[in-house]
């Protein structure tokens, strides 16, 4: 991997503790661990090295499972008729704020203005509606690897940016029936990426109608927990219903001959889930990487000067090989002007899960010193010739470890709330769950007075009847749903 662990000069200032500000915390993290760096315009980010080779590898698990689902990958242009957005109110109402537009080129005024992608069903909607004819075109399942722009008001690295990188699915169907079993795939999907790769326990549920992407019937979504308490909605799926096909004409002929139109579907996934995996499991020291999205899983610190150098290097360049035949993601950290506990301390700030120290004393034994990113145990020691064998299990073990920690974290920091009064100092720290009238009214003055939303209706939550906590109206939603603090 290019440039990573090459330069020698992390700061050594530390970071802002988590419980004196976690927003100062993370944005001067994901700088001096260099994931990022500023862009040149407000709100965007350069993706460094080390940052990206981590949207890589989600990129391929979900990439892995897109096709498996059936998809096909296809690129539309970034570049879309500002005449597409108007054709469906809701959809350009929702983005019209977020919406860069392009009103000049080629040394003069465009005819008509171009939106800069903020999201694609428009363009995909319009090319739809020439590819589907009959009922055996359906269904027609896309997805895009791209970027996009949406002008945020207040940025944050990963969590919002003016531009940043994601996936978007696109499928069309002949009914509801079978747009809806699209719809919770991707969610699955994405809810799999989550705890199998990035060890984030998140909730599944549906959103409440204000939460609502603009232009769909029904949004689904999946809610992390930070460790500061606070939500981040880290993927969503919706089911468009004929919204967008009524829009740009999609439609096709059923068995029966009769025009009818498709019922569609998008989600998304972004470098949004970078950040998640941030603050779900960063601590004070810095990253901690879960193994399956780590750039690298282990490094390796040769100790030792002069011919012990000699020594030692060698003999960590022969493990890492090993290693690296065992499908383990190795660096092997030689840089000579460096002092052994400056490259410790650089590695625990960018979160790599496991670190090797081989020392002369080491090679004279047989062994290697191991030393977890987490956990009680210390350092310990394991014997050099079996490292190989040992290591994929231990990056297995450390992968669960942090799924389980941030899974007590999340359950921790979730109760149940009757009345308005125990509600404020519980979304304080973490979610509520409760039940609620689902009024926008309602909703629209708990968040004035806490800065609370509806985070979703939780697909497993089990089925109750009650009255909503702030306003005492009958539960519009036959369950007790989930509010909080959100990025």
């Not at 350069?46 to 989600?58: D, K, Q, T």
């Not at 125990?422 to 409760?434: E, L």
């Amino acid at each position: 991997m290019p440039g990573a662990g090459t330069l020698g000069c992390v700061s050594r200032e530390g970071v802002t503790p988590q419980s004196e500000d976690f927003s100062a915390w993370y944005n001067e993290l994901v700088i001096q661990a260099e994931l990022v760096d500023r862009g040149p315009v407000r709100g965007t980010m350069v993706i460094r090295p080390y940052g990206y080779r981590m949207w890589e590898l989600l990129q391929a698990d979900l990439d892995g499972r897109i096709k498996e689902g059936g998809h096909d990958n296809a690129c539309f242009p970034m570049f879309i008729p500002e005449s597409y957005f108007k054709r469906e109110a809701e959809h350009v109402e929702g983005f019209s704020p977020e919406l860069a537009v392009v009103t000049h080129a080629g040394g003069k005024e465009l005819e008509e203005p171009l939106v800069v992608r903020p999201t694609s069903e428009t363009v995909i909607g319009e090319y739809m509606a020439k590819w589907i004819e009959s009922h055996r075109d359906l269904p027609l399942l896309l997805n895009q690897w791209a970027n996009v722009v949406r002008w945020e008001m207040r940025p944050r690295m990963f969590l919002r940016t003016t531009e940043f990188l994601w996936q978007e699915g696109h499928t069309a169907h002949a009914d509801e029936d079978d747009a809806m079993r699209e719809t919770m795939w991707a969610l699955d999907a994405y809810a799999g990426v989550a705890r199998e790769l990035a060890a984030i326990p998140v909730i599944e549920g549906e959103k409440t109608a204000s939460e609502r992407f603009a232009g769909a019937v029904r949004t689904y979504t999946i809610e992390g927990m930070m460790r500061d308490g606070r939500a981040l909605q880290s993927g969503t799926s919706h089911y468009l219903g004929t919204n967008f096909a009524k829009a740009f004409d999609i439609t096709y002929q059923d068995e029966d001959g009769k025009l009818v139109h498709a019922h569609t579907t998008s989600w998304g996934l972004s470098t949004r889930m970078i950040g998640a995996v941030i603050m779900t499991h960063g601590d004070d020291k810095g990253l901690v990487l879960p193994p399956r999205i780590a750039p690298y899983q282990v490094v390796i610190v040769p100790i030792g000067r002069d011919d012990a150098a000699e020594r030692t290097g060698a003999a960590a360049r022969d493990l890492a090989g090993e290693l690296k035949r065992a499908g383990v993601r190795v660096h092997v950290d030689d840089r000579p002007q460096l002092r052994p506990g400056y490259k410790f301390n650089e590695w625990e700030l960018r979160g790599v899960p496991v670190r090797l120290e081989i020392g002369p004393r080491d090679l004279d034994g047989g062994v290697v010193t191991l030393a977890r990113r987490l956990g009680d145990q210390g350092k310990e020691q394991i014997p050099l010739d079996r490292a190989a064998e040992l290591l994929p299990g231990i990056l297995e073990d450390f992968q669960a470890f942090l799924y389980d920690r941030a899974e007590r974290f999340r359950d921790e920091h979730i109760a149940t709330i009757e009345s308005w009064d125990d509600f404020p100092a519980q979304v304080s720290m973490g979610w509520a769950r409760v039940f609620h009238c689902g009024r926008i009214e309602c909703e629209d003055a708990i968040k004035a007075d806490t800065a609370a939303t509806p985070r979703c209706i939780p697909l497993e939550a089990p089925e109750e009847q009650g009255v909503c906590f702030r306003c005492g109206e009958p539960s519009a939603y036959g369950k007790r749903i989930l509010f909080g603090r959100s990025y």
